[in-house]
């Protein structure tokens, strides 16, 4: 969960890195509705970003869950991620 909450931590920010962090993190939630992630954004990021999406990827394979189900914080970062990110999809 540490890796998972430093990449929401980068995502709540405004730089290129966060903006493929949240893609990355918003195509777990709902890739239908929030788009998916372009693999190629993963040499584009730092290697400490990248050790934290591999461990967010074994984190989902154990969970078998959408981070919504995985704790209150983790939905709720989640929900803001969705309104600094995909603010047109707020009201749906």
Excluded at 21 to 42: I, K, P, Q, R, Y
Excluded at 47 to 64: C, F, G, N, Q, T
């Amino acid at each position: 969960m540490d890796a998972l909450n430093r990449l929401i931590e980068i995502a709540l920010r405004d730089t290129g890195q966060s903006k493929r962090v949240a893609d990355f993190l918003l195509a777990w939630w709902n890739a239908t509705s929030c788009g998916g992630f372009d693999l190629a954004d993963l040499w584009s990021v730092d290697k400490e970003i990248y050790d934290d999406m591999s461990s967010v990827i074994a984190l989902v394979r154990r969970s078998r869950s959408y981070p919504d189900t995985l704790t209150t914080p983790v939905h709720e970062a989640f929900k803001e991620l969705v309104k600094i990110w995909r603010p047109q999809l707020v009201n749906e």
